[in-house]
């Protein structure tokens, strides 16, 4: 490509712009926070305090409540990517085709990503409410209408993080269905002829025209899907505070209140790294997988 | 063809259906409920009833307008978007362009980075980008506290990784023809940059500056740790506002929260068709 101009002084003219605005809004508070989390600090002292060595690192890991965190967010991503992206996939599979009723259900199910998780949060608060005095939420009010017995839902320590995890399914699938949908128009038909020519069955199309062909937008569902989870925050904050007795504190909500309640920066810094340190192990992990399977299939 | 779609049996309409019902079942009836008098939203629950708003009202659509300051949200909210959006398409586009052009050293190298950087997500550095934005508070006296607040809420969002690699992928299946004729006239990369590729990059810039537009509109937390004053709240954190004095009147948040979605529903409408497909063909992968 043009031998011989220098292409340099355009590229650091047309890189400096976002070069810079990353250098300030993510490698900076990204140092900083390596920094803080070695110094002691809080919220309102102006300069940083003394160093403390790993202490907070330690204070982090002994401390309960970010276990009790760590747990609950892992927990919540365990149940959420598989059940998410398979039904994702499902659903695709369903609706990918002619026929009006398949429009209906694309639209229906795409429908819940166009609210906020704000707005979902909200809503399922609200759906979920237990039987009182005031009455109930809709899905008790059925229940109690078809004869079965009223559920605390997310009063209940047993039940609370299990609701977030349905209406964050419920909220998130139809956006990873179009995706699948869209990667399913990448196969070309050529392979099912040739496939149903060879008398391979539905079954063993799937296994291997179709999974084979979405094999790179499934690695894409899955990581995105997996950082979604891991950064779980609105819902717990919005809907049950953490509680009932921190039962659904997620990280990031640890982080936070570190942060802004506890006010400490060190603390919170050290919980920050730490997190960054598992989102990477974990990507990293689900792409290896991906490359080795990717290769064997 | 996939393989569902020669298994036609009868039943797999109906089925659809169904199961169409039970996924927007929430959504109607969030809509039937502000539609209807606040003191029936929860006496209706027992029944197929609390699917239809009746008796017909506005009255919660009239308690939202008045509770949520819902003009000052707007306006923050659309600022914060389109400061992002506008912003990002010349940086993340400049930067890009540059990837998918020209050659320079350490160019592959610092592009690997970037593409790593993109599962970074926000929350991880939310507290640290908090202390960082706060050495420049001395600012608010010059500029006053909202646009002070704006400018917290949008600048650290405009450049982005998944953008430039997402340009660069559209940049790089562009045919050169048209730029090498324009760079034998002696037209400069810059001029190439804006004058050519940007122009001819629309649908992948239609795409960005839609992510761009969804993602920040609901923005939730980093609003709710730099917001301070009431008149810089943004339309996600406005939703506080009807729980600060009892009674909690339930039917306004719910009409609330419809009206802050409509935007989006209508963005989502114009555009998901593009959006799909450039993520599931963008070859983002290990």
Sequence with gaps: MNAGRREWPAAVLLLAPAALLITLFVLVPAAAMVNTSLHLQSLTAPQTGPAAGLDNYRAVIADPDFRSATGNTAFFAVLVVPVQTALALLLALWVDGPGWWRRVLRLAVFIPTTLSLTVTAVLWKLLYEPAGAAGSGLINGLFQAVGIAPQPFLTSPHQALLCIVFMSIWQGVGFQMMIFLAGLQTIPDQQYEAATLDGAGSSRQFLHVTLPGIAPTLAVVVTVTTIFALKLFVQPYLMTHGGPLGTTQSLVQYMVRAAFTHRDLGLACAAGVLFLLAVGAVTVGQRLLARRWEAAS | ?286
Excluded at chain 2, 74 to 92: E, H, K, P, R
């Design chain 2, 1 to 286: 063809m996939s393989a569902l779609r020669r298994t036609s049996g009868w039943w797999q309409a109906p089925a659809a259906l169904l199961v169409a019902a039970l996924f927007i079942a929430p959504v109607v009836w969030m809509a039937a409920a502000s539609l209807k008098p606040n003191a029936r939203i929860h006496r209706d629950v027992d029944s197929l009833r609390s699917f239809l708003p009746e008796p017909f009202t506005l009255e919660n659509y009239s308690a939202a307008l008045a509770r949520s300051h819902l003009g000052t949200t707007l306006v923050n909210t659309l600022v914060v978007v389109v400061v992002i959006a506008g912003l990002g398409v010349l940086v993340n586009g400049a930067a890009a362009f540059a990837f998918a052009r020209l050659s320079f050293r350490g160019r592959d190298w610092l592009f690997g980075i970037l593409v790593a950087s993109i599962i970074l997500p926000i929350e991880v550095i939310v507290i640290p980008l908090f202390m960082t934005v706060r050495t420049s508070a001395f600012a608010m006296d010059y500029l006053g506290e909202r646009p002070w607040t704006l400018a917290a809420l949008s600048l650290p969002f405009a450049a982005k990784a998944f953008n430039i690699f997402l340009l660069r992928q559209h940049f790089l299946s562009h045919p050169r023809a048209l730029e090498e004729a324009a760079l034998l006239d002696g037209a400069g990369w810059i001029t190439v940059f804006w004058r050519i590729a940007l122009p001819n990059a629309k649908p992948a810039l239609v795409t960005v500056v839609l992510l761009d537009f969804v993602v920040h509109w609901n923005d939730f937390l980093w609003p709710l740790v730099v917001c301070q004053g009431q008149d810089t709240r943004t339309v996600q954190l406005g939703m506080g506002n009807f729980f600060t004095q009892p009674p909690i009147s339930w039917g306004a948040i719910l009409a609330y929260a419809l009206l802050i979605t409509a935007p989006l529903t209508l963005a989502f409408a114009v555009g998901q068709r593009w959006l799909a497909k450039s993520i599931a063909t963008s070859g983002l992968r290990g």
